[in-house]
């Protein structure tokens, strides 16, 4: 099983009291709800098989928050929570939860005017590039794999280095292109 919904604030991203129920658990429902009840309906089967994988694909932005982006960080955040209490439970059935966390991959689907203050060229990345849709394919190929068989409640992170050198692609925060 591989969750990879995902949904931003079709409202745009604002203070937290601009936000109302519905749009709360409209993106509740897409980025955390659809993984828990799409888990909870294979989960017998695998068990009951002795081994399955679940795959789910949350954000960089699940590990770290943003300015006014209350909803796309907290539901990414718990979809690494549920991975992790997923790998716990389910490990004792032979089946295995890991997250993937990829940064900004821009799509057709990604464009909102956070997101098209990002340099193109993706120097603010320690890679020195953006992300495309086929960096994260053999991620999940690798974690659906036997090769992942000994790995349960990880998180990969697929982000040109961004995470781990502090970069906040956001556009509230300044980004400055790295130096060589």
Excluded at 52 to 63: E, M, P, R, Y
Excluded at 110 to 119: F, M
């Amino acid at each position: 099983l591989c969750n990879n919904a995902g949904i931003a604030a079709s409202s745009g991203n604002k203070p937290i009291w601009e936000i109302t129920d519905s749009e709360w658990q409209g993106a509740m429902d897409v980025n955390l709800n659809g993984a828990f009840y799409c888990s909870r309906e294979v989960g017998k089967s695998m068990a009951d098989a002795g081994s399955g994988k679940i795959i789910n694909v949350a954000s960089g932005f699940g590990l770290r928050g943003g300015r006014d982006i209350y909803m796309y960080c907290v539901s990414k955040g718990a979809i690494i929570q549920l991975t992790r209490v997923l790998s716990f439970s389910l490990a004792r059935y032979g089946i295995t939860a890991n997250t993937i966390a990829p940064g900004f991959i821009p799509t057709e689907s990604t464009n909102s005017d956070i997101r098209n203050t990002l340099p193109p060229s993706g120097d603010f990345l320690p890679i020195g590039k953006l992300g495309i849709p086929q960096h994260l394919g053999p991620v999940a190929v690798f974690l659906a794999s036997s090769a992942s068989d000994y790995m349960t409640g990880e998180i990969m992170i697929v982000d040109g280095g961004g995470l781990a050198a502090g970069v906040i692609p956001t556009g509230h925060a300044p980004i400055v292109a790295l130096e060589d």
